[in-house]
């Protein structure tokens, strides 16, 4: 799993009681999820739709067959989350036939606040078209926790618990999509073993495609 010269990829270490506070997510994580979701990335396209489409989409996605996700929770608050899928065209699809009337009054709503995110929510079609990897369905999408929770090792953990659903689920590989530029999920993608598969140019940034080869990895064990 490590090439010439870089440090062998060892057992993630695992702490019993944050494996405890991880779940799947469920459709009254949704807005919690969503207004994490917003505080971290609140300048990508979904975020500047507004919190009431976050919302929306999340209630939608946990309802789909296609997606996979986990929550992070202490005293019953949601913290953190990670959002998957087992295959993002074809759940896009899904949410986009079965949730148009629900998604579209609160697209509608985001587009009326920020009418110029119209230009660049038209550019979305061409994702799936341009980010490479194909051949690999599996994919995570969306990550993010409380600022107080960085350093504890609590985004090591539930991605770890996505990419064990995933192995368990069939599948071989994962693939990650992030911006050229941000040095530190590079690294983090890196650290597990992602290889870099693909760049790309997408909503005017420069964007590179990770896939990483589950089967055999010494930190994925598939769930029974």
């Excluded at 295959?87 to 009326?112: E, N, V």
Aim: with cysteine; charged share 20%; net charge positive.
């Amino acid at each position: 799993m490590s090439a010439p010269g870089v440090s062998p990829i060892k057992p993630f270490p695992l702490d019993p009681e944050v494996l405890r506070a991880i779940r799947p997510m469920q459709f009254r994580d949704a807005r919690a999820v969503a207004e994490l979701h917003h505080a971290a990335m609140g300048n990508s396209l979904w975020s500047k739709l507004g919190l009431p489409f976050l919302q929306a989409l999340y209630q939608a996605l946990v309802d789909s067959p296609w997606f996979v996700g986990f929550v992070y929770a202490e005293d019953h608050q949601v913290r953190g989350f990670i959002a998957g899928s087992l295959d993002t065209s074809a759940m896009y699809q899904d949410i986009a036939k079965r949730r148009y009337m629900f998604l579209g009054p609160a697209a509608a709503w985001g587009l009326l606040r920020k009418p110029a995110v119209a230009r660049t929510l038209l550019q979305t079609y061409r994702y799936f078209g341009v980010s490479g990897a194909e051949a690999v369905p599996a994919e995570s999408l969306f990550c993010s926790f409380a600022p107080e929770l960085r350093g504890k090792r609590v985004s090591g953990h539930i991605n770890k618990v996505l990419f064990d659903e995933l192995a368990a689920r069939g599948h071989k590989q994962v693939k990650i999509t992030t911006e050229l530029d941000n040095e530190g999920a590079n690294r983090q993608l890196q650290s597990w073993g992602f290889r870099d598969s693909h760049r790309f140019r997408f909503y005017d940034k420069d964007m590179v495609t990770y896939v990483l080869d589950l089967l055999g990895h010494p930190r994925v064990e598939p769930l029974s």
